[in-house]
């Protein structure tokens, strides 16, 4: 296992100074940084074995066919699907939960069916559902949070009925730090024979996933927020389920045969990877799961939870300042969104990156949870296995640091 204490060193990028100050990195949730090792597989691949994927005999295409559906399998072993052939390879989480509003959404929900959410959900896990409601008569309908921000399971248990057809969920809020219970959900689901959809790209980079163990139907992630790089993402789905849909993109590299007025396409999984992939994103993520595996992703949640153990009572003691989602660290994963009394989290935001410290502000593609919460906007620190409690402490002195600038600025 790597050593947390000089794990940075494997990122080049955290070592430069911002504004005069060295760079303190949190805003993980929206992207992640990329260690050496894995831009050496990219470099690899355009150095050595750049050559598409699937179609050639020779050498460099059948080497870049071989790593590409390598890491097909790494991705299996990951999440633990049962084959590779559940596992398709997409430009990440939206464009996954857009294939399945548009697949098996178009060919099976119908007039008076109800899709389930909630308030928590990120952009790209709500429009999808009202489109698809929009276009097939569908009822999009939400799931109330509890005061600290959870999935009120009470209310749940009365909204998922015998009309439901599709719950969609984060297993992790991307603005409250939460867990969803999604194996629970999921069984609530499938008692009433609707599919259970899981928007993974909060969870998968931070702790264990078992799409067999939480029954999910439905899996999307992103590599971007795993080490990986950008444009590469994938989408699980259950065997039983992928045949039953058609792809949503048409072209090269899926077909069977193509004849003048019909077409047939592949097997599962390459029936839905029209046209040329990101072979080397696919190819890097592979070695950024490698990566993770090195540190091993119960280390990985584990050092988040003592991070968020340490951080969070130094932010509950500054006054002025609200965080939202469970207060207590035992519960709050390392996405913290918070606001300080009487300033805008934009001029937070700024003020903070005049310190060298980079968080993210605004509604977070959350703008229904921002309402839900009674906010324009938060603040959002956001933690990763290669932060330090040093920056921690750099985050809470920024944050000290900025309530008297602006209180001495308003005298």
Sequence with gaps: ???????????????????????????????????????????????????????????????????????????????????????????????????????????????????????????????????????????????????????????????????TAIVSLAYVSNVLGVINPIKELATLAHSNDAIMIVDGAQATPHMQVDVQALDADFFAFSGHKMCGPTGIGVLYGKRSLLEQMEPVEFGGEMIDFVRLYESTWKELPWKFEAGTPNIAGAIALGGAIDYLNEIGMDNIHQYEQELVAYVLPKLHAIGGVTIYGPQDPEHHTGVIAFNLDGIHPHDVATALDMEGVAVRAGHHCAQPLMNYLDVSATARASFYFYNTKADADRLVQAIQATKEFFKDGAN
Excluded: C
């Excluded at 296992?1 to 000089?6: I, V």
């Design 1 to 163: 296992m790597k050593d947390f204490a000089t794990i940075r060193n494997d990122f080049p990028i955290l070592f430069q100074e911002v504004n005069d100050e060295p760079l303190v990195y949190l805003d993980n949730a929206a992207t992640t940084q990329k260690p050496k090792q894995v831009l050496d597989v990219l470099r690899h691949y355009y150095e050595t074995d750049n050559a598409n994927v699937h179609r050639g005999v020779h050498t460099l295409a059948e080497r870049a066919t071989a790593d590409y559906e390598k890491s097909r399998e790494k991705v299996r072993a990951f999440i633990n699907a049962n084959e590779t052939a559940e596992v398709l390879f997409t430009r990440g989480t939206t464009t996954g939960l857009n294939w399945l509003a548009r697949s098996y959404g178009d060919a099976f929900i119908k007039a008076g069916d109800e899709i389930v959410i909630s308030y928590m959900e990120h952009h790209s896990n709500i429009i999808p559902w009202q489109q698809l409601a929009q276009r097939s008569g569908a009822i999009l309908r939400y799931l109330p949070l509890t005061a600290e921000g959870f999935i009120d399971l009470a209310e749940a248990k009365k909204i998922i009925n015998e009309k």
